[in-house]
């Protein structure tokens, strides 16, 4: 089992930036990827930025440039530096982890991120 307790979300202006912390806890040794998702009521949850075991990173195309995914090995946590912000990243974001050998996917409760425009 792994625990993700996301925080950071808030309400900011467009242009501005917001870093999202996720805290896991749990089977941390296990995991083989991590990484961040958003969601948009009435619309499916996309992914936003991950990492695998192997160090490999990926950005969607609408956050490259501008979102920065990062850990801290020591501190068991997952960044998600957010720069340049636009209304069109309002969303709840989740945090999110999986375990290929048990076929475990686990998600954090959610942080809301409200870009004014």
């Known amino acids: 089992q792994v625990r993700l307790v996301e925080s950071g979300g808030g309400l900011v202006q467009t242009g501005g930036s917001l870093r999202l912390s996720c805290a896991a806890s749990?089977?941390?040794?296990?995991?083989?990827?991590m990484g961040w998702y958003r969601q948009v009521s009435g619309k499916q949850r996309e992914l936003v930025a991950s990492f695998d075991s192997g160090g490999n990173i990926n950005y969607s195309d609408s956050v490259k440039g501008r979102f920065t995914i990062s850990r801290d090995n020591a501190k068991n946590t997952v960044y998600l530096q957010m720069n340049s912000l636009k209304p069109e990243d309002t969303a709840v974001y989740y945090c999110y982890a999986k375990i290929f050998l048990s076929g475990g996917d686990y998600w954090g409760r959610g942080t809301l991120v409200t870009v004014s425009s």
């Open positions: 749990g089977n941390i040794f296990s995991i083989n990827v």
